[in-house]
Every structure is written in structure tokens, then in C-alpha cells.
T-cell receptor, first 114, second 115 residues
Framework: GESVGLHLPTLSVQEGDNSIINCAYS??????FIWYKQESGKGPQFIID?????DKRQGQRVTVLLNKTVKHLSLQIAATQPGDSAVYFC?????????????FGAGTRLAVHP | EAGVTQFPSHSVIEKGQTVTLRCDPI?????LYWYRRVMGKEIKFLLH????????ESGMPNNRFLAERTGGTYSTLKVQPAELEDSGVYFC?????????????FGSGTQLSVL
């Protein structure tokens, strides 16, 4: 498994606070976006996705917002818990065909403090 | 149900040697992908199989990399000869359907260190 990179931007939050992780994507033609969570020693794990015909989607404690005008994606985590500590990646689907050729962002480390 | 499994989890080799990484996708998943993350950079697409056929290998960095999926089950990624810049984490992922927005399931990756 991977020890995640040492030089990622880090967001530090207090347990119970809300977290907002931001991401800028590159391709205005991308029509599908995903947020992944990667814990140390594990691979990326799907959190939530959104299609380009939506601007907001909610899951359990997570919300993804999409602003196509400025090519910006955000992940909001409500009532952040220690188990949310991980590296979070946004990804866009860059494939013109029908398959998952994902373009990942650099990642943001979320550190949750008790 | 078992997830995507990758072997080995870590591999340390010397420059010039050969390494073979293996990926076992989730049973029944026809679509298999290889991605990698080198030197703390972004995770990048390498290639995509549908069953045993390569659909897109545009992300393969050079001809030192060879991916196979004989029989359409597990896949191997061979690096021969390995170079220092090949160090990184190699992820395999699989999905059930061929659709663009099918959920990808990732393995834990193989950490490759080339010395």
C-alpha cells in the first residue's frame, strides 16, 4: 500500500466542525466528477459523485458542489470525525468514449484533531 | 465479496531489474484499469482492459511497460528494465460495466521502489 505524499496541502479541523475541501478541474468538457478518500496503506475509495447537469449532490454527511462556470468542485463534510482523516482527491472523467479514464487532482490531506 | 487485490504490496528492486505486478479484479468485473502515482504527483491513468483486450493504453509511459490480461481475469504489469523514475505506487481498479460513469473499485496498490 501507499504512504501518501508528504507535500500535500493540509486542512486541519477540529472534531465536530464542518470541512470544505476544494478542487479546480481542467477540462470544461468533463461531465462526471468524483471524490475519493485515501487512507494510509489503502487505495482510493469512492465517496460521492456528481454529473455535470447537477450543481449539488448530498450523501451521508457529505455534499459535493459543482460550479461549471469557474470549473470548481468542493466536498463538504459535516461534523468531521477522526475517521475522516485521510487524503481526498477529486477526479474528472476525461474519456471521450465510454469508460473511466480519470484525471485526478493533486489531493488534500484532511487532519482532524480531537 | 473480495475487493480488488494487488500483489506484492511492496517491491524494492535495483535499476535494470524486472518487476511484475499482479492485479486480481473483483470477480465478474470485465473492466480493469491500471493507474500510478509517482513521486507524490497526481494519480495518472495508464491503461484500460475490457476482458483481455486493451481498449486504451495511451497512458503507458514507454515500451518498458507491458500489461497483459490473458483470459480476461487477473492482469499483470511488467516493467523491464526498471528505471529510477518508475518508483511510485501502482494502482489497479475494476468496474463491472463498460459505462463511463461506472464506479471504480481500487486495490491498495503496489509500492515500487527502484534503487
Amino acid at each position: 500500500g501507499e504512504s501518501v505524499g508528504l507535500h500535500l496541502p493540509t486542512l486541519s479541523v477540529q472534531e465536530g466542525d464542518n470541512s470544505i475541501i476544494n478542487c479546480a478541474y481542467s477540462n470544461s468538457a468533463s461531465d462526471y466528477f468524483i471524490w475519493y478518500k485515501q487512507e494510509s496503506g489503502k487505495g482510493p475509495q469512492f465517496i460521492i459523485d456528481i454529473r455535470s447537469n447537477m450543481d449539488k449532490r448530498q450523501g451521508q454527511r457529505v455534499t459535493v458542489l459543482l460550479n461549471k462556470t469557474v470549473k470548481h468542485l468542493s466536498l463538504q463534510i459535516a461534523a468531521t470525525q477522526p475517521g475522516d482523516s485521510a487524503v481526498y482527491f477529486c477526479a474528472e472523467n476525461g474519456a471521450s468514449g465510454g469508460y473511466n479514464k480519470l484525471i485526478f487532482g493533486a489531493g488534500t490531506r484532511l487532519a482532524v484533531h480531537p | 465479496e473480495a475487493g480488488v487485490t494487488q500483489f506484492p504490496s511492496h517491491s524494492v528492486i535495483e535499476k535494470g531489474q524486472t518487476v511484475t505486478l499482479r492485479c486480481d479484479p473483483i470477480s465478474g468485473h470485465d473492466n480493469l484499469y491500471w493507474y500510478r502515482r509517482v513521486m507524490g504527483k497526481e494519480i495518472k491513468f495508464l491503461l484500460h482492459f475490457v476482458k483481455e483486450s486493451k481498449q486504451d493504453e495511451s497512458g503507458m509511459p514507454n515500451n518498458r511497460f507491458l500489461a497483459e490480461r490473458t483470459g480476461g481475469t487477473y492482469s499483470t504489469l511488467k516493467v523491464q528494465p526498471a528505471e529510477l523514475e518508475d518508483s511510485g505506487v501502482y494502482f489497479c481498479a475494476s468496474s463491472q460495466g463498460p459505462g463511463k460513469n461506472e464506479k471504480l473499485f481500487f486495490g491498495s496498490g503496489t509500492q515500487l521502489s527502484v534503487l
